[in-house]
């Protein structure tokens, strides 16, 4: 009896190991080293994230309305309205990136050295959409070319999915935020109407949210990424004639700092792999 026991719990140590290890957990781990519980937490944090994994249904979240009293604000500021009536203008790729750069009514424009405006091809199957350039990209002038990118490109790559040959890649705000503080809702706003045409000028079949700030953007403020992750989203705007499927992602460069959340993200990639080859005819 308590020779089995040890065995047993041998066993299921060695199983937990092997689980974490899956997981690319050791980093985790020595991170908290100094914790005492740190690994059976850790476990714990692992066993709910693994329950999430399982296919689960959730009712599509319909695009919130901000606040009144910020909406109102938002609808009476004169810079989304001048931002607004530039992206109607812009007929071609260039114009709308001409009007950006040209355009002066975003805050964050002061501090950055270059407009970020896209990387990618053209008329790309698939469209993915950042949160804001960091120091990188502001310094180069090309959306995740820094850290987060090297890491977004190497989780795309797995899925045959490259800014090479078949996606473009653009951000919710086009200059850096100062000290890379998440984007005011103003910002966003004022950014927005950029955005919207940019979309249907690619006109994407799908469009890849990348992290929080790009999915409440497009999909409204309910739209969690933990989720609505590996369910796909209608979107449409008012250039748009049809909606174009989302799907949202969690950020790399949260994946960075929580890399617990990578076994997740790797079901997620999966699913739009799946996506791609039943959907979109380059894949098949
Ligand atoms: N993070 C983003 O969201 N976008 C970038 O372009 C770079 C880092």
Redesign the pocket.
Known sequence: GKTMKLVNNGLQKLNNLKWLKSAGIEYYCSEKKDSKNSLIQTLKELKINEAKIEPHIIKPTKPQPVAKQEQTALTNNPLIAEARALADKATSLDELRNYLENFNGCQLKEFATHT?FSDGVANAPILLL?????AT?DEQGI??C?E??VMLDRMLESINISRKTNAYIT?TVFWRPPANRRPTNTEVEICKPFVEKHIALIKPKLIIL??STATTSLLGKKAVISEIRQNNYPYINKYLSIAIPTTAIF?P?YLLRQPSQKKNTWYDLLKIQDFLITNISEFQ
């Not at 950042?130 to 960091?134: I, L, R, S, T, W």
């Open positions: 970020v950042g949160e804001a350039p960091g990209e959306p995740f820094g987060s990118g951000n990348i992290g950020h460069a």
